[in-house]
């Protein structure tokens, strides 16, 4: 099973428990409005429904998630998993335009095009990209004030923000349990993308991937300085899958583990997409690099 197929089982089990505009060049429908003029907007996932609510844009269609979604979607209909919405539940409410990560776009635009769901695809792999997404989001939906308001609040909240600014960056791996396996997180991933920002230095990059599978050799000639822990949907099971590898003696041999700097980070704050609590995040993250 290739990376990104094992990713995507990783997350549909983890989750069940738990571009820009549709009339651009990426979507797969011309924009389309009700005969009433209204639109009626969906969203696959929890950052995307956040940032539609934080914009006043209404949402009919949410993910099914254990997550707490904002008041202003309480009446709106659940369209399944954000890793496999229900195709059938999202026709039904007869969309003017579905708003999906574009982590998996090439999957969900097939299945959509195939449906005729007009739908649009968001970047929220990393902070630039969040705000890229609240700027487009905001145009798409005569919103652009708002989401001027909004980049304006994260900006001087970023500024406000005391992180590491040493030299000598200290070696970060950053890990991603989900019940039953740990995988590595590289640079090219939306906490990877935090570290950066917050002064650390990721020991594994890649320009395409966002997720490798562990490589005990490697990660032990690069020898970490701290180990960060992202889990996913159900922490406690994932946390069993990464103290169950830890447990391995190749492990032990690691200066992070031997010092004690390993960090589960909270799930809230450190997901796989960008959301709107990011200055919360890269606060906390800050103190974890400066402990």
């Excluded at 990783?10 to 797969?28: I, K, Y």
């Excluded at 707490?68 to 007869?94: F, Q, R, Y």
């Excluded at 609240?134 to 919103?143: A, M, R, S, Y």
């Excluded at 600014?165 to 070696?171: A, I």
Aim: with cysteine; hydrophobic share 40%; aromatic share 6%.
């Amino acid at each position: 099973m290739n990376i990104k197929k094992k990713i995507i089982a990783l997350l549909s089990v983890t989750m069940l428990t738990f571009m820009v505009g549709c009339s651009s060049s990426e979507s797969n429908e011309s924009n389309v409005t009700h005969s009433n003029g209204e639109e009626v907007v969906v969203a696959t996932s929890v950052a995307v429904t956040e940032i539609l609510d934080k914009l006043g844009v209404e949402v009919s269609g949410v993910p099914t998630t254990s997550y707490e979604l904002p008041e202003s979607t309480k009446d709106a209909t659940e369209v399944g998993s954000p890793m496999n919405p229900d195709l059938e539940i999202i026709k039904s409410l007869n969309p003017t335009c579905v708003v999906s990560v574009d982590t998996l776009g090439s999957d969900f635009e097939k299945q959509f095009t195939e449906n005729n769901i007009p739908s649009m695809f968001v970047n929220l792999s990393t902070v630039d990209g969040l705000k890229e997404t609240i700027v487009n989001l905001g145009e798409k939906f005569d919103k652009s004030e708002k989401a001027a308001e909004i980049i304006a609040e994260l900006e001087n909240k970023e500024n406000e923000l005391n992180l590491s600014k040493k030299e000598n960056k200290e070696d970060i791996l950053i890990l991603f349990g989900a019940p039953g396996s740990v995988m590595v997180s590289t640079d090219n991933s939306y906490v990877g993308n935090l570290v950066k920002i917050a002064g650390g230095n990721n020991i594994f990059e890649s320009e395409s991937s966002s997720f490798i599978q562990v490589n005990m050799e490697e990660i032990i000639k690069r020898n970490p300085d701290k180990i960060l822990i992202m889990t996913h949907a159900v922490p406690e099971e994932a946390k069993k899958a990464v103290e169950e590898e830890f447990a391995k003696a190749t492990w032990q041999q690691l200066d992070a583990i031997k010092n004690n700097k390993v960090y589960y980070l909270e799930n809230g704050y450190f997901g796989m997409s960008a959301n709107l609590k990011v200055i919360e995040a890269l606060d906390k993250l800050g103190a974890i690099l400066n402990d």
